[in-house]
């Protein structure tokens, strides 16, 4: 599956820069192409300054609001973001346009953070303005929510969420929900770590995209999983999971053990693993039975996946998500490792966006007074300075 990938905001482009790397590795190691073209749009010029592998033109490293912030972010502004954003969607639309293979790409991915200004702002806005220029082409939004400590310290990351979520939920084709939390369960010095965390993230996209790319014929699957899959199963609320279980690379009894039946299970058993941790490592909490489809990619040399393996994995599947259409695909690669990806869509129920939503309808009053008071006060101070000459 070939995307165009766009990141709005810090979180947005940083993330985007690691779907560029990817895009790397791939065209490095596979000999083929992920991403199409990716972009990365911001209100902030050291943000976009600090990013590595998207191309450093302003053709790909996207200033907005330069006259409005002076190059310096919304400051967790949304409304702002979004305005921006309308403002300037000439820029960004033209430089999608000339995307070199546009026309061959499957789908647009754009991202950003639920609690900043500019990217959650503007991706409700950009995604809406590409799905109306653009009707052929799913879109499909990334959403970083924020970690703990800012739900609990800042009500502006709250509300900004709900905000965001609701707006990117009528618009997306699919929204992917990406939880910072999540990220630091089991090592919270993560927390520090963004740059890590992105990696994370990002790493489930590299064997999804590129199955259905492969040309050589060992490394196609006894059932492959493209483009048109995976645009199947993604709808609405959806969650990723990626795990994976290390194989031994040089076992002399390897081989006579996989003449066994044994060996059978042990194979299956490693599938299992991975499955597991794939399910225990979503990138939300979620309930796995509000799932409406679902899909799974396994990932391993061409011995170890073996019927037996790809049906128990299916039957596992259908246990956690009894509701699901689900879809599945092989997808051989070299030795050592046995990885797993999952995606649950179309959930039908999500707590935490409901969460959301709830803090932030006794928010809402409480942000637009604060608003009128910074304009009442802004007033006072005009009218303070009504007698005093200018110099402009
Ligand atoms: N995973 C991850 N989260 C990030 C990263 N950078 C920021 N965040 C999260 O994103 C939220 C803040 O949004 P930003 O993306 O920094 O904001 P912005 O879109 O640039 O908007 P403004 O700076 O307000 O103009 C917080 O919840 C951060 O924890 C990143 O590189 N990776
Ligand atoms: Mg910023």
């Known amino acids: 599956m070939k995307l165009v990938v766009l990141g709005f905001g810090q979180c947005g482009g940083r993330i985007a820069d690691e779907l560029a790397r990817l895009n790397r590795r791939a065209r490095t190691y596979r000999g083929i192409e992920i991403i199409t073209g990716a972009y990365a749009i911001n209100t902030d010029v050291a943000d976009l300054s600090g990013l590595s592998t998207i191309k450093p033109d302003y053709q790909h490293r996207i200033l907005i609001g330069g006259r409005k912030t002076g190059g310096h972010g919304v400051g967790k502004i949304n409304e702002l973001g979004a305005e921006i954003a309308r403002e300037d969607s000439d820029k960004i639309i033209?430089?999608?346009?000339?995307?070199?293979?546009?026309?061959?790409?499957?789908?647009?991915?754009?991202?950003?953070?639920s609690g900043g200004g500019?990217?959650?702002?503007?991706?409700?806005?950009?995604?809406?303005?590409?799905?109306?220029?653009?009707?052929?082409?799913?879109?499909?939004?990334?959403?970083?929510?924020?970690?703990?400590?800012?739900?609990q310290n800042e009500e502006r990351a709250v509300y900004n969420s709900a905000v965001c979520l609701k707006?990117?939920?009528?618009?997306?084709?699919?929204?992917?929900?990406?939880?910072?939390?999540?990220?630091?369960?089991?090592?919270?010095?993560?927390?520090?770590?963004?740059?890590?965390?992105?990696?994370?993230?990002?790493?489930?996209?590299?064997?999804?995209?590129?199955?259905?790319?492969?040309?050589?014929?060992?490394?196609?699957?006894?059932?492959?999983?493209?483009?048109?899959?995976?645009?199947?199963?993604?709808?609405?609320?959806?969650?990723?999971?990626?795990?994976?279980?290390?194989?031994?690379?040089?076992?002399?009894?390897?081989k006579l053990r996989r003449q066994n039946f044994k060996n059978k299970s042990t194979e299956t058993f490693n599938g299992m693993r991975a499955m597991d941790a794939a399910?225990?490592?979503?990138?939300?909490?979620?309930?796995?039975?509000?799932?409406?489809?679902?899909?799974?990619?396994?990932?391993?040399?061409?011995?170890?996946?073996?019927?037996?393996?790809?049906?128990?994995?299916?039957?596992?599947?259908?246990?956690?998500?009894?509701?699901?259409?689900?879809?599945?695909?092989?997808?051989?690669?070299?030795?050592?490792?046995l990885d797993v990806t999952v995606i649950l869509s179309e959930l039908d129920t999500v707590e935490k966006v409901k969460n959301y939503y709830d803090k932030s309808s006794t928010l809402t009053p409480v942000v637009q007074e604060r608003q009128e008071e910074i304009k009442d006060k802004l007033k006072e101070m005009d009218e303070a300075s009504k007698d005093i000459p200018t110099l402009l």
């Open 94 to 113: 033209e430089a999608i346009r000339t995307t070199k293979r546009l026309f061959e790409s499957d789908a647009f991915l754009l991202i950003a953070s």
């Open 118 to 151: 500019t990217g959650s702002g503007a991706i409700p806005i950009m995604t809406q303005l590409i799905k109306e220029r653009y009707g052929d082409k799913p879109v499909y939004d990334v959403i970083v929510l924020p970690f703990e400590h800012e739900e």
């Open 167 to 254: 707006s990117v939920s009528s618009v997306a084709d699919a929204t992917i929900l990406i939880d910072n939390q999540r990220y630091i369960r089991k090592d919270s010095s993560l927390r520090n770590n963004l740059s890590l965390i992105n990696q994370l993230i990002a790493e489930p996209f590299y064997n999804l995209l590129c199955a259905g790319e492969e040309k050589k014929g060992k490394h196609i699957g006894a059932k492959t999983l493209d483009a048109g899959d995976i645009i199947q199963t993604l709808s609405g609320w959806t969650v990723l999971g990626y795990g994976q279980t290390l194989l031994p690379v040089f076992s002399p009894l390897l």
């Open 279 to 337: 399910i225990s490592e979503l990138s939300m909490k979620c309930n796995t039975q509000d799932a409406n489809r679902a899909m799974y990619l396994i990932t391993a040399p061409a011995k170890e996946t073996n019927m037996d393996l790809i049906k128990e994995l299916a039957d596992y599947l259908r246990e956690l998500a009894p509701k699901a259409v689900i879809r599945s695909g092989d997808y051989p690669r070299k030795r050592g490792k």
